[in-house]
C-alpha cells in the first residue's frame, strides 16, 4: 500500500534535547512538508523541499531543522532552540495530477510534548 | 496577504440531513487552488476535495461538493446524507502560489462538525 508514515506516534522532549521526527513516503512525490498544528487552529508550514537535496523556510522555521537525503525521507528535527514545541507534527507530500491540480497528502503525525 | 476564513468553529446535523460549512478566502492571484480537508480525532489530515481557480464546475466528489462562488470569494462544503463518521474537524485551505515553487497551503481555523443520530 502505498502512503506516508511518520513515527513516532509520541514524543517526549526535555528541556536542552533534540529530537527527530521521522517521515517516509512511499508515493514516488517529489515534493515534501511539515506543518505544524497548535490546539484550536489550522497549520502552519514549517519546512518544505520540493526534490533531493534541496529544502526551504516555511513561516515558522526557527528552531526546526530538516534533511532531505532520499526522496522517500524527509525528517524534521526539533532542537533546543525552538522554545514552545508541544504541538502536532504533520508531514505530507505532494501529487502532481493533471490541469495543474496539486495535493498535498498528509501522514497520521507525531504529537510532540515537553517533559 | 491570503487568508482563509472558516466562521462557523462549531456545527450540528442530523444524520441523513445535509450541511454546509462555510469558507471565504482572500487573494490577489488569479490562479489558486482551493481544498477541503477532514480530520477526525486520530489527528490525520484527509484530503476530501479539490476546486481549482479556473474550473467553471463546481467540484463533487461522492457526498462531498464544493459550492464555488468566485466573484464571492467564497468555497463552501457541502455534505449530504451525514453520517456518524463525518463527526470531525473540516478544514478549507488554499495553495498560495499557484504553480510556482512553494505550493504552500494555507489553512483555515476550522469548523467542528457533530452528527447526530
Known amino acids: 500500500d502505498g502512503g506516508i508514515t511518520q513515527s513516532p506516534k509520541y514524543l517526549f522532549r526535555k528541556e536542552g534535547q533534540n529530537v527527530t521526527l521521522s517521515c517516509e513516503q512511499n508515493l514516488n ?32 522555521a526557527e528552531g526546526y531543522s530538516v534533511s532531505r537525503e532520499k526522496k522517500e525521507s524527509f525528517p524534521l528535527t526539533v532542537t533546543s532552540a525552538q522554545k514552545n514545541p508541544t504541538a ?16 498535498q497528502y498528509f501522514g497520521p503525525g507525531t504529537r510532540l510534548l515537553v517533559l | 496577504a491570503q487568508k482563509i476564513t472558516q466562521t462557523q468553529p462549531g456545527m450540528f446535523v442530523q444524520e441523513k440531513e445535509a450541511v454546509t460549512l462555510d469558507c471565504t478566502y482572500d487573494t490577489s492571484d ?88
Not at chain 1, 517529489?30 to 514549517?46: E, T
Not at chain 2, 486520530?42 to 476530501?48: K, P, R, V
Request: glycine residues 10%; aromatic residues 16%; hydrophobic residues 35%.
Open chain 1, 29 to 60: 512525490h517529489d515534493a515534501m512538508y511539515w506543518y505544524r498544528q497548535d490546539p484550536g487552529q489550522g497549520l502552519r508550514l514549517i519546512y518544505y523541499s520540493q526534490i533531493v537535496n534541496d529544502f526551504q523556510k516555511g513561516d515558522i
Open chain 1, 88 to 103: 502536532f507534527y504533520l508531514c505530507a507530500s505532494r501529487e502532481v495530477r493533471g490541469r495543474g491540480q496539486q495535493t
Open chain 2, 30 to 117: 488569479q490562479s489558486y487552488g482551493l481544498f477541503w480537508y477532514k480530520q477526525p480525532s486520530s489527528g490525520e489530515m484527509i484530503f476530501l476535495i479539490y476546486q481549482g481557480s479556473y474550473d467553471e464546475q463546481n467540484a463533487t466528489e461522492g457526498r462531498y461538493s464544493l459550492n464555488f462562488q468566485k466573484a464571492r470569494k467564497s468555497a463552501n462544503l457541502v455534505i449530504s446524507a451525514s453520517q456518524l463518521g463525518d463527526s470531525a474537524m473540516y478544514f478549507c485551505a488554499m495553495r498560495e502560489n499557484y504553480g510556482g515553487a512553494t505550493n504552500k497551503l494555507i489553512f483555515g481555523t476550522g469548523t467542528l462538525l457533530a452528527v447526530q443520530p
